[in-house]
């Protein structure tokens, strides 16, 4: 049996980052992919829906800056902008890559065989360490009849060759949020069904109220508080059936419901580990399960995110080389790449008073407040709020809807995560015109209520 110091199971964007570093130190390292190297992330996750993204984006961009005639979207370019990004589903270069920096690259469904042991189609290997960044699959919910009637999942949604005339979205999440806008603005007329009382539901309730007025401005039919309950084919169309007694017509039904850690074929009880309640490996805050066995990325439900993967694969690698340091998870970006951005940083107002925290919040509005939104665009918008802890002066938690938020909202993640005091971000001269003035502005107004 051939023995490594390392065998990453999974080669999302967390297995990546923990392959590449501990090949980088010079550890012998076996990498197995049942499908692509990348992972979800990579072919139908965030860079597909991100590239899909951009030029409605900027479409909407140019109708409101001043003077610019609206550009034309070419659908089939942007179709074969799409699938380059996504390597047209083939990862050839990925594996060869790996091989060339040392890897032995194994593609095929691993699973574990006892401590440091693990079987990919009858072959068996072992190693010290075993890392699991196996990702999420997306949750089907319980619908009479879905069987039935045509269904994207993300995978579908992000690799669509054809834009629907009509769609039907679960979920009003980030996904659901991204997708509905997506559709609308190429033409598709969407619906989008939502059980919870609001939009981004773990967000605070201000945001999803301002995001449901943006998705009903771009013609999105929202219902808040209501599920889908049967879908059925009706003379060529799919007909849903919603528990509020009402039925939606559609072509397709995009599930945006949410994620569940994959965790199903592992056989992790060949080494005593049982997942949590929703699916989830529970690690430590090193990410370690036990003694040599690691878990990384979605499959922790720490915060189904991309750029949290990537941490915890340098978490895991910093661990196995020696270096341990634990992860820290109070200031972990949230951004929606609708139009404009919508981000978010820290506690929501209602989490902070869960934990006790004496809260003074404020809302700014940009247009209101500063001039970049002026000189951005003709019809200025865009709102940024802060909490703060009145006994530690300091900011917990911010949120803001506004153009290029999921940029400088990471001035807000920096303040929470180094417990900067509101007076210093309150004294820190931003450059003029830009957005993210608005923090010394909002600042300046906590200051007074603190
Ligand atoms: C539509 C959509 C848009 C998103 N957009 C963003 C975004 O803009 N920004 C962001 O931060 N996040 C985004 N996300 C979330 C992001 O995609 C995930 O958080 C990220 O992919 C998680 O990375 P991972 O490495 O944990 O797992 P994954 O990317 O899911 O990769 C896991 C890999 O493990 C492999 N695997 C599974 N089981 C086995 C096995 N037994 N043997 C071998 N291999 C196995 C899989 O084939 C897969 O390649 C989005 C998600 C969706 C659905």
Redesign the pocket.
Known sequence: MEHYDAIV????????VAASRLLDAGLRVAI???????????Y???IP??TLLRPTEARAEADRAAGLARPVLDWPMLRDYRDSMIRHLDDAAQAEGYRKQGATVIK????LAGTGRIE?DGQHLSADHVIL????T?VRPPIDGLDQVPVWT?RE??TLTDIPGRALLIGGS??GV??GQFLARMGTRVTLVQRADRLLDREDPRLGEIVADRLAADGIDVRLNTQARAARRESGDTVVQLDDGSSVRTDVVIL?AG?RP?TT??ALDTVGVQPGGRGELAVDEHCKLTDGLWA????TGKA??????KYQ?RIVSDAILGRPRAADYTAVPR?V?AEPEIAAVGLTTAQARERGIDTVSTELDVAESIARPWTYETDPRGTLALTADRSQRTVVGAWAIAPQAGEWIHTAALAIRHQLPVEALADTIAQFPTFTEAYATAAGRLLRDL
């Open positions: 199971i999974g080669m999302g964007p967390g297995g990546e197995v992919e049942r499908e692509l190297i990348g992972g979800e992330c990579a139908w996750a965030c829906s991100k095929g469904a691993a699973r990919v960044a196996t990702g999420s997306s993300n949604a992000t980030a996904v991204e997708l945006g994620r994959r074929d592992l990384l990325g979605d499959v189904l995110f991309t750029h949290v993967a694969g951004v790449f």
